[in-house]
């Protein structure tokens, strides 16, 4: 080894006195001998781009033990941007010579070096160069500032920094010793490191770390203010995560083009989402959030992982996501990162997609298409449209799973992808778990660096599952200045607007008293304190003031009972109805209302149809006092906080069947009041129902489409009273022509072309509605297809008295009832409709026809308990056996037993099915006495995909009563699973089978042939002859060639070659030429002799030098060189 020589010690370098006080074997780890010390960083940032390189190319990433994902590639490009940062700083501090940093450069290009090529030990080290190497830059400026004075405290800071290098060279030589200790050389040392000992020395490099920001806080500097300022700039400068191949991207497509494409994936307004949730946020909230040190490490941090921000209803979780939408927004036009994907989750009937994750997943997967609005998109998107184009979109919009693939694909073209998801809670509690799922997918499956930025209350389901990735708590002493700040706005925002303290004579000291007041009780609460601010407004006198805010209700609840209570207690005969009506309305829209449908919906008594005074936007914020909003991003209302919602959810009077029922109600008159049907009119005078044309035509398309769901969802609401005589009526199809229904079915197709596009936007939300509106049925029947849709099960009955059941759906009616019921899991009005017993098996079959197995028990439970004609059940009988799973054949004997024949076809149909193993079992175990094993049942068995798995069912069951006749074995030898099929009955029944010639015969045209006669001969080749029949069948087959090659491997002593086997090769249109090639290179003698004499093949044999030949066969030759 050469000498080592230690730099000779310098006052101004503290590498080199660090590098004087390191044991002896360290030392021999570090190069101290490079007089290029300048040229080291040139080559330490080559070394760290070719790693990135690499990692890219090899898509480098490995799982930590705590879970995370880390990125090689981010890692690389943080030692680049320190190499980089380093250079800068070496500029700006003139003072400092950067050739006293060269020692650690050195080592980590080296350890870099080394572990180029070496996926595991580059792991076990990269991330921790990429903290050296910010270590070794921050130093800099400390070393520049700091130690150039000679008083006390720098005495203290100048060895503490040496210390701290040594323990960085320190570390770095036993990385070096641990990444070359599988040397040959050194395991004969007997020296062995483990990981822990790298663990062990960066924990010293921390501590070391710690003692000289202690005493750097001791350390006056003043003066150089200016200097720090600069250097810290440098220092602290973004480390950018932008792909610079993006800037390049060219989809040929015009705007219109683009715009369509992106419309298709998802047409959520998610910008306007993000616009409405950061009004009204105060400059220099959510400060604490950005800054802490979890936020930050989350944000920094080369692993892929999600953060959890949580907390308690009401803390402002909407608010922060905000600010953290906006920080990541500023980063990106700073040209830092790539623009943050995002989605505002809600749980709102009147926006059902917010809380779906097929639209959350679909919305971000549109948002990472794009490269900015109107720019490029992104070749996987354009790729997946195409593809859906193709086949006309008959697949529908995407799902989950197209999603996911999707974004992985468009993360491929990002270093880094941000996606921001707020209020989690309120997606749809039985479908969250996808999205969760998809978010830890997509974690998981991807090659480049990902954020995902979650917010959510502390719901059970969601705490399991995000408890062990790092999160933040929404807490008091966490958001106590930001409430602070916010009610000393909003307070004084209530006074300036003299809606506060209009008549107080201290309005100072009555202001400080109620800002010190709210902010004591508010707990963590923005909502609550926002609410008592507004529940104040309503005194004038100080003294009733002074006496609310001295007896704070302590939840949201009991302040929402009171508010509620005063809400509707003012006096007026309208006033409590109208804030009713507005209530109702917003329970229970089913999609979002324009400002001009709200204002005309809660203008009109939905118990009467009387219209009240016009409404304007600002009365219905007066009279609804902070729990209603307007979203201006929008253009619509809302519940201001969730907790409204939640609150008013718990009151019998807003139970949804009864908001529901009141809907559905107004929705069914408002098309009654258009009829001119005399029955029709009748009826609205018998309810009493006094319509107001001018506002019900703002919600005529509305009615037209959502009368039926909100019909669905008053539930028991609909069975009595005014609405079952309304929701008859509409369904029963009196009068035909003139009926309601009828006219409700012009009315919808009409919409469907109206000008403003609003029918195209309500059959977006009931898309099965336009094609049940363009058949062709009679209107009872068509009354009756609305009832299976929308599970309306008491008209179901009644309908079914007026109507004569044709046997079969006529064509030109479109779907029928029973497969409208299926496909909409309607399980009550199913069973109604199972109560008539003249169905065929057709119908029946029909309707179960695709039914999935995840959902399928409860809507079979009425099929299997009909009691239709024998013939019809037994056709239903093979019908499940066939196609569902064992739970489904365990519900079908549980509840008919007795009437279920074990036929020959019944147990055939059973081993046809996909899950034949698991359905022969349960039937083995249950009704083994009533099953016999026949010839056609094995074949049926063999026949099935997964016919080894059926088969071993059936030998471990019943083996000595399986018949293994010739039909039998030749079956399994001619099927794709024939090698383990013939495995398997050689190994567990050898002695019973009988191998003949026509089973080899069998063998040949299975495209896994040659593996079957190759098990064949290694089991039972003394009972096997190659026949002449045997070969010329094999000539003959389009796998001959395999089957030929096999033969003459295995038994060529017995294969003759015979002018009938040739002739046979040569008509053989798909295999013959390689046939004939193969019995050349195999049989050259004989073959020249047949072909030399034979006055019978139509083929020309032609020598063209000494060793190649070629026969003409139709239009080509085939080669072949003749053996030496």
Known sequence: MAPYIVPQKSIHDLWARAAEGLSDSDKQNINFNRPDKLNILAELHAAAESSKAKSIKERWKYTR????????????????????????????????????????????????????????RFTAVVEDLAQIAELICRHVVTESLYIQGASEANKV?????????????????????????????????????????????????????????????????????????????????????????????????????????????????????????????????????????????????????????????????????????????????????????????????????????????????????????????????????????EEAFASGSLRIEDSCSLILKLIERHSLTTIIIDAM?????????????????????????????????????????????????IESQRNSSDIAMFVKSRTRQLIQHEELLCYSDSKAEMEKFIVEKVIEGASGMFRWASMQLQYICSFDIDADI??????????????????????????????????????????????????????????????????????????????????????????TFRFAHLSVREFLEKRSEYASSISNALVAKYCLCNIFSISTNHTTMALLRELGWRNDKVQSQYLRAYSIWLWAPHCKLA??????????????????????????????????????FDSDGQGRWERHIVPYLSNLINSHCPANYLGLQVCCIFDLEEQVTDLLRTIVWKEDWEEGWGTSPLQYAVTHMSHAALSRLLAYDGYSLKDLESAITGLRDTICKRLLKPFIDWQGPAVVFKGLVLLLMGRFREEV?????????????????????????SR??????????????????????????????????????????????????????????????????????????????????????????NSRGAEVISILLDW???????????????????????????????????????????????????????????????????????????????????KLSSTLWRIRCEASWVYFRQKG
């Open 1020 to 1102: 039972r080749g003394a009972d096997i002859a190659i026949t002449e029949e045997v070969v010329k069948a094999a000539a003959g087959d389009f796998n001959g060639e395999a089957v030929l090659a096999l033969l003459l491997n295995r038994r060529r002593a017995e294969i003759k070659i015979t002018e009938a086997i040739v002739a046979i090769a040569a008509e053989n249109d798909f295999a013959g030429k390689r046939v004939l090639r193969l019995l050349f290179e195999q049989q050259q003698e004989i073959m020249l002799e047949i072909f030399s004499n034979s006055k019978v093949l139509n083929r020309r044999l032609e």
């Open 65 to 120: 033990k705590s879970g995370e994902t880390v990125i090689i590639r981010d890692v690389c490009e943080k030692i680049v941007h320190w190499v980089d940062v380093f250079k800068q700083v070496g500029d700006i501090a003139v003072q400092y010579d950067t050739a006293h940093a060269s020692l650690p450069w050195a080592a980590v290009r080296l350890i870099l070096q080394i572990t180029v090529n070496d996926f595991n």
């Open 889 to 913: 054949i365990a519900l079908l004997h549980d509840r008919r037993e007795a009437d279920i024949l074990m036929t020959e076809d019944v147990v055939k149909a059973a081993v046809r099915n």
């Open 916 to 1005: 034949g193993a698991e359905v022969m079992a349960y039937l083995l175990a249950r009704r083994g006495a009533d099953i016999f094993i026949t010839e056609e049942v094995v074949k049926a068995a063999i026949q099935n995909i997964r016919g080894v798995e059926v088969m071993t069912v059936l030998l471990d069951w019943r083996a000595a009563d399986i018949p293994l006749t010739n039909g039998v074995v030749m079956e399994a030898a001619g099927n794709i699973n024939g090698p383990e099929v013939i495995a398997l009955l050689l190994d567990r029944r050898g002695a019973d089978i009988s191998i003949t010639e026509e089973t080899v015969k069998a063998a040949i045209p």
């Open 157 to 389: 800071l100048e060895p503490a920094l040496v210390r701290l290098y040594a323990k960085i060279l320190g570390y770095l030589s036993t990385a070096k010793r641990y990444l070359e200790q599988r040397t040959t050389k050194r395991l004969l040392a007997g020296v062995v490191l483990d990981e822990t000992q790298l663990v062990s020395a960066l924990n010293d490099i921390r501590s070391e770390e710690d003692n000289v920001d202690r005493c750097m806080a001791l350390v006056d500097r003043n003066d150089r203010l200016h200097d720090h300022a600069k250097l810290m700039q440098c220092i602290d400068v973004p480390f950018r995560r932008m792909s610079a191949e993006l800037k390049n991207i060219d989809d040929k497509l015009e705007l219109s083009r683009r715009r369509e494409i992106l419309q298709w994936i998802s047409n959520e307004p998610y910008i306007q989402y993000h616009n409405q949730a950061k009004e009204g946020v105060l400059t220099g909230t959510g400060r604490w959030l950005l800054s802490d040190p979890v936020f930050k490490r989350w944000k920094d941090d080369s692993a892929s992982s999600i953060l959890w921000l949580h907390g308690i209803p009401g803390s402002g979780k909407s608010k922060l996501v905000s600010i953290v939408i906006e920080d990541a927004i500023k980063s990106f036009r700073a040209g830092d990162i790539p623009h943050p994907v995002y989605f505002y989750c809600s749980r709102n009937p009147g926006e059902p997609t917010r809380s779906e994750p097929s639209a959350i997943l679909a919305s971000i997967a549109r948002q990472l298409s794009g490269l900015g609005p109107g720019g490029p998109l992104l070749s996987p998107t354009v790729k997946v449209y195409a593809d859906k184009e």
């Open 546 to 635: 002074k006496d609310c805010l001295g007896r704070l209700p302590p939840d949201l609840h009991t302040l929402y009972t009171e508010i509620y209570g005063m809400l509707t207690s003012k006096p007026g005969k309208f006033h409590c109805a109208i804030v009713k009506n507005i209530l109702h309305w917003l329970l229970c829209a089913q999609r979002t209302l324009s400002t001009e449908e709200f204002l005309a919906a809660v203008s009109v008594d939905l118990q009467t149809g009387n219209g009240y005074i016009p409404m304007t936007k600002d009365l219905v914020l007066k009279i609804c006092n902070n729990f209603v909003v307007f979203d201006s991003q929008l253009d």
């Open 715 to 752: 539930y028991g609401e609909r069975r009595s009273g005014t609405l079952r005589v309304a929701l008859h009526h509409m369904l029963s199809g009196d009068g035909e022509a003139t009926s309601v229904l009828s006219l409700w079915k012009e009315l919808a197709k009409q919409s469907l």
């Open 425 to 473: 809670d309120e997606c749809d509690p039985r479908k969250r778990g996808e999205l969760l799922n998809a978010l830890t997918q997509i974690l998981r499956d991807s090659s480049n660096l990902v954020k995902v930025f979650v917010s959510s209350r502390n719901d059970h389901d969601i705490v399991l599952r995000l408890k062990d990735y790092p999160n933040l708590e």
